[in-house]
C-alpha cells in the first residue's frame, strides 16, 4: 500500500513563495512519476506539474510554468513543489499523485493520491 502525505501549505500574500512537500511510503518510490494537482472551491480539479522518476523530466501547466518548481529526492521518498511570486488565483488544496505511467497530465492516470493541503493566497 502506498502513502502519499503533503505537508507546507498556509497563508501567504501574493507574490509571496511557499514550498510544499509530500512524502511517500515504499521502496519503489523512484520508479514512478510524481504529479501536483489542484482543485479551488467550486472547480475541477486541474494540473499543475509532473516529474519522471528519473533523471527529471519535468512539465507544467501554462498557468504556473516559470512560477512553481517540481523536483524530487528518491533518497528521501519526497516530491517537492516550489511556487514563487504566489497569485490570488493559486488559491486551491494541492494534492501529489503517482503516476501508473509515464508523467502524465492527466488526473485519470494516477493510481495513488495524498490528502491534499490548503494554499490561500491573500490580495
Known amino acids: 500500500q502506498v502513502q502519499l502525505v503533503e505537508s507546507g501549505g498556509g497563508l501567504v500574500q501574493a507574490g509571496g513563495s511557499l514550498r510544499l512537500s509530500c512524502a511517500a511510503s515504499g521502496r519503489t518510490f523512484s520508479r514512478y512519476a510524481m504529479g501536483w494537482f489542484r482543485q479551488a472551491p467550486g472547480k475541477e480539479r486541474e494540473f499543475v506539474a509532473t516529474i519522471s522518476w528519473s533523471p527529471g523530466t519535468t512539465y507544467y501547466a501554462d498557468s504556473v510554468k516559470g512560477r512553481f518548481t517540481i523536483s524530487r529526492d528518491n533518497a528521501k521518498n519526497t516530491v517537492y513543489l516550489e511556487m514563487n511570486s504566489l497569485k490570488p488565483e493559486d488559491t486551491a488544496v494541492y494534492s501529489c499523485?503517482?503516476?501508473?505511467?509515464?508523467?502524465?497530465?492527466?488526473?485519470?492516470?494516477?493510481?495513488?493520491w495524498g490528502q491534499g493541503t490548503q494554499v490561500t493566497v491573500s490580495s
Open positions: 499523485a503517482r503516476s501508473s505511467l509515464a508523467p502524465s497530465t492527466k488526473a485519470s492516470e494516477y493510481d495513488y
